[in-house]
């Protein structure tokens, strides 16, 4: 069974770092996406940021520059570090993989992200 486990929400006043994380467990990946999407209250689901496996990475107008994705040395971990938050950053925050090879997207369960100004 793929597991996507995400830690790393929570409560930051702006100008304040978080780090987003997700571990997948039950698949090998070799060809992929990890990606970050949010959903602002209210709103649809937005792309943020990713990685491919390759190690290119890509990130939306709106984080670039404060936003930066690293993969751990054990493989299966990606973070997502979102620094000089803002309040309109304020959204759930969902990981998922795209296995290329198989064409299955895999995703999070979500955690909250809150920035108080």
């Known amino acids: 069974q793929v597991q996507l486990v995400e830690s790393g929400g929570g409560l930051v006043q702006a100008g304040g770092s978080l780090r987003h994380s997700c571990t997948i467990s039950?698949?090998?990946?070799?060809?992929?996406?990890v990606g970050w999407y949010r959903q602002l209250p209210g709103k649809q689901r937005e792309t943020v940021a990713g990685?491919?496996?390759?190690?290119?990475?890509y990130y939306e107008d709106f984080v670039k520059g404060r936003f930066a994705i690293s993969r751990h040395s054990d493989e299966n971990t990606f973070s997502l570090l979102m620094n000089s938050l803002k309040p309109e950053d304020t959204a759930m925050y969902y990981c998922?993989?795209?296995?290329?090879?198989?064409?299955?997207?895999?995703w999070g369960k979500g955690t909250l992200v809150t920035v108080s100004s």
């Open positions: 998922a993989l795209r296995d290329i090879s198989s064409g299955m997207d895999y």
């Open positions: 990685i491919t496996s390759d190690g290119e990475t």
């Open positions: 039950g698949l090998t990946f070799s060809k992929f996406v």
